[in-house]
């Protein structure tokens, strides 16, 4: 049976970004550069070149930056490009407000991962939709996304972003995921253990990360789940996923293949993350490969 096309996305942009402050008091981390283009269009161009043409944000206290962003640029931005013949800077930041529909949800509700999605429900309707974050991602060809999809078209459920994370303190960073390989990398998945903290306690070294595409339901889990919701504690998804998997919805586990997983929510691995990037691009790559190898002497 065929699948109900994905064309909505959710993205979580609400955290503080407390590891970056001063920076951060009001700038969204997601704001923060990778060399020239914020994180948070790293995932929308990845979501847009996806085949996705609706996209939620979901925001905190600061979202004015993120919304100007991916706004129409101003008049006097647009003179002064045009005045200094950038014709290729105009271009560029011209297609920022074209990549998607955008709309913006304050976030309200409990820390963690299922309140965005129960913000955003009434904007999401009743079809499958991306879910993901704005600080991580996996940079890969085909990209994760497109991935992802394949396989929500050849099976329909819910499908997860999973990469292989085998060191000794992954397993206290991270959810790891088992259950029925179906090889591939492709795991129907039943059970998932948040932060199992060692080898021994994991179901496999597959760790899930970054991105989700759900099926509607998952929408009735987390509305149900928050009404027994401590609100001293986190508010996670994980819960609801493990109810729909009880249930008999399947959520599969998709191994990202050949990409590179960016965690840019600290400062170091962002820096890690600006540099990987800057040393991929033609205009500046040589040089700054150049700078460090004298610097590092």
């Known amino acids: ?20 402050l001063p920076q951060t008091k009001a700038m969204p981390k997601e704001m923060l550069p990778l060399v020239d283009k914020p994180i ?6 990845e979501l847009s070149a996806a085949g996705i043409t609706d996209i939620v944000i979901v925001t905190g206290y600061h979202k004015r930056t993120i919304e100007d962003h991916f706004d129409r640029m ?40 299922g309140t965005p999605l129960l913000c955003a429900a009434h904007l999401i309707g009743d079809e499958p939709f991306i879910y993901t974050f704005a600080d991580d991602f996996v940079a890969a060809s085909p990209s994760r996304f497109e991935q992802m999809l394949s396989v929500h078209r ?18 206290g960073r991270y959810g790891y995921i088992g259950g029925v390989n179906k090889g591939s990398g492709l795991v129907d998945i039943t059970t998932i253990v948040e932060k199992p ?5 994991s179901p496999s070294s597959l760790a899930s990360v970054s991105g989700y595409i759900f099926e509607n339901d998952i929408i009735h889990y987390l509305k149900e789940q928050m009404k027994t919701h401590e609100g001293s504690k986190e ?18 586990g998709c191994e990202i293949q050949n990409g590179q997983y960016y965690d840019t929510g600290n400062p170091l691995e962002y820096l890690k993350t600006v540099f990987d990037f800057a040393l991929e691009r033609e205009d500046i790559g040589p040089r700054l490969r150049a700078h460090l190898q004298k610097k590092l002497g």
């Open 1 to 20: 049976m065929a699948q109900q096309k994905v064309t909505k996305a959710v993205i979580a942009a609400a955290g503080f970004g407390t590891r970056f």
């Open 40 to 45: 948070i269009q790293q995932i929308v161009e």
């Open 74 to 113: 101003s008049s006097d931005l647009k003179s002064n490009l045009e005045q200094g013949k950038k014709d290729k800077l105009l271009q560029v930041t011209e297609k920022i407000s074209e990549l998607a529909n955008f709309a913006y949800i304050r976030q309200k509700g409990p820390y963690g991962t």
């Open 154 to 171: 050849q099976y329909g459920g819910s499908v997860l972003t999973a990469i292989c994370r085998d060191g000794d303190e992954d397993y």
């Open 197 to 201: 903290g060692s080898r021994k306690r």
């Open 235 to 252: 508010f996670m998804i994980q819960e609801a996923m493990q109810r729909m998997i009880k249930d008999g919805h399947h959520i599969y």
